[in-house]
């Protein structure tokens, strides 16, 4: 499949319910994309600031400093110790990584790449890229023969769900039964909710409980965008089998594929201090905590959403339905066609917006579950 040969961009059909949630007379409240709104954490800039001379092209394998910081962030924050510098790799960003993955790992016509039921986008889009088959399905029983790629995706976008260790373990195993690789997205993984990730760390594909110490085959991905609201530094990195991990900087070399030194300094701040990532989850705490009882008020059902920056939710009726109607209270959202073909009445609300509009839009959700409904929408039922 050649680039040009892409669908059109998904976001650009939001564009009319956007011009409409603007008309608000109190304007728009935009939670369709999880892009964060709070300012990147002081000790991140100062890091960044302090590293603009960067006169000498970096190199593609990262900093001595930036890989040792992520191999210790792993053990302190994922329980996963023992990595050394040929266990990871910092990239830019983690969506080029995901849309690139395929390529790097020299997939094709006739293999299968494996993604959730309601993923990302991108990781279809990475298996079409390279006129390899996408197949959803969350049952390692289901994958087929002639996987070479499955991406697991815990907490999930844009469902929050998690992935325990009994899960991940089944992954592994099934995908080591087919000869894949096993990549796990988990940029989300320091915002737990509910029971039991409101008291113990989101599991890691890498943790020993899962792999019993052999990383064979499989990769974690993660992304400081959500935890350090570094989006824009485009700040990422993967860990995992070092023999998958030599073959990835191998090909990224010839690409081209180099984070800016400055940014690995940022990293190196962000990864080193917890302060600010706790601080940045307790704002989302609050958010969520007023969003989601006015969600339900409004007439939806929460569906998942144990863990990560969204709500995933359903009134039972076609997402674009549910979209409209929330654009004439000013609230813009992300409709579950996005994520595939197996949520049509599902919406996604993001947490990444300020205090003040999202309390604008509980009031605003409050105010319209005591507005009499135009339309007949029955009792919801389960995606």
């Known amino acids: ?30 939670l369709s994309i999880g892009s964060p709104v709070d300012p990147t954490p002081a000790v991140v800039a100062d890091a960044l600031r302090a590293a603009t001379d960067a006169h000498a092209y970096p190199q593609t394998v990262g900093t001595a400093s ?79 023969e002639g996987t070479r790629l499955v991406w697991v995706n815990s907490p999930g976008n844009p469902d929050g769900r998690v992935l325990d260790v ?12 087919l000869g894949a690789v096993l990549a ?42 959500k935890q350090s609201n570094l989006a824009g530094y485009r700040a990422a990195f993967l860990a995992g089998d070092p023999s998958v991990v030599a073959r990835l900087l191998t090909a990224r070399k010839h690409l081209g594929l180099m984070l800016p030194l400055p940014v690995q300094a940022a990293m190196v701040a962000a990864l080193t201090d917890d ?27 929460i569906d998942a959403s144990e863990a990560g920056l969204y709500l995933w939710a359903t009134e039972g009726r076609d997402a674009w339905e549910s979209i409209d109607r929330l654009a004439d209270l000013g609230i813009l959202a992300g409709p579950g066609h996005f994520y595939g073909v197996h949520f049509p009445q599902h919406i996604r609300l993001s947490l990444t917006a300020t205090d003040d509009r999202i309390a604008a839009a509980a009031e605003r959700l409050r105010a319209s579950a005591s507005t009499p409904r135009s339309d007949n929408v029955g009792t919801v039922a389960p995606g």
């Open 184 to 225: 796990s997205d988990e940029c989300y993984a320091e915002l737990g909710w509910d029971a039991p990730w409101d008291r113990e760390p989101v599991p890691s594909v890498l943790d020993p409980r899962v792999t019993a110490g052999d990383l064979r085959g499989i990769l974690s991905v993660y992304s400081l965008s």
């Open 66 to 144: 930036l890989r040792a910081a992520i191999a210790e962030w792993y053990d302190r924050r994922r329980g996963v110790a023992g990595l050394t510098p040929d266990n990871v790799l910092p990239t830019v960003g983690s969506k080029e990584l995901v849309a690139l993955l395929p390529l790097l790992l020299g997939l094709g016509p006739g293999d299968i790449v494996v993604h959730p039921r309601a993923a990302y986008p991108t990781y279809e889009v990475g298996a079409r890229l390279v006129g390899a088959t996408p197949v959803a399905s969350d049952d390692p029983a289901e994958w087929p």
């Open 275 to 301: 302060v600010h990532v706790a601080a940045q989850k307790e704002l989302y705490r609050r958010r969520r905590e007023t969003l989601r009882p006015a969600v339900e008020a409004a007439g939806f059902r």
């Open 166 to 177: 009994d899960a991940l373990r089944a992954a592994v195993a099934r995908a080591r039964e």
């Open 1 to 30: 499949m050649a680039v040009a040969d892409l669908a059109d961009y998904p976001w650009d059909a939001v564009a009319p319910y956007a011009q409409k949630a603007r008309s608000h007379p109190d304007g728009i409240v935009d």
